[in-house]
């Protein structure tokens, strides 16, 4: 599957996870973001808020690189908890998970990984619309996919990788 394919697909997922919530919940709360992280790269996304849960998507690269192209596409849904803070009424502890995409693509070769994302975060809050999310946690290989299939001398197949990343956020 190409990336428009996937494009495609995300887009058709996001609308879905985020028409459903909006049955059961008032006008949900936006945030956007810029962030880091492995396997999420240099990315962009965005959240939508309804009272302790959010549903968000991101999309990222690493524009370092020279001869290889790196993609990143990630859905997933945050549970927050904890005591309240200053500035907002979102609890600063969450749980989050999702389905995470990775391509690697060199010249010679291209990698394709489905994760499952399993991270536990918090939110720093600078202002009432800015912040900081931090989180940690592990990567579960879903799929992995070589091309062409065939062994290398370095093959980074692994089921559980770890997961980091950090954000600043915007709250609209």
Not at 79 to 99: A, E, Q
Not at 135 to 162: C, T, V
């Amino acid at each position: 599957m190409n990336k428009g394919k996937y494009l495609i697909v995300f887009s058709l997922i996001t609308v879905i996870l985020l028409s459903v919530p909006k049955i059961c919940y008032p006008q949900p709360k936006v945030n956007i973001s810029a962030g880091i992280g492995v396997f999420d790269m240099v990315n962009a996304g965005f959240k939508l808020q309804w009272q302790q849960i959010q549903v968000g998507t991101n999309i990222g690269t690493w524009p370092f690189l020279k001869d290889e192209k790196v993609f990143s596409l990630g859905g997933d849904l945050y549970f927050h908890f904890g005591d309240t803070v200053k500035y907002t009424s979102t609890k600063p502890w969450y749980l989050k998970t999702g389905i995470s995409y990775f391509s690697d693509a060199m010249p010679d070769f291209k990698d394709k990984f489905t994760f499952l994302d399993l991270r536990f975060g918090r939110d720093l809050n600078i202002s009432p619309k800015i912040g900081i999310d931090v989180e940690l946690g592990a990567l579960i290989q879903l799929r992995h996919k070589m091309i062409p299939d065939e062994d290398r001398i370095f093959d980074f197949n692994l089921p559980i990788w770890p997961a980091i990343g950090a954000c600043v956020f915007f709250r609209l």
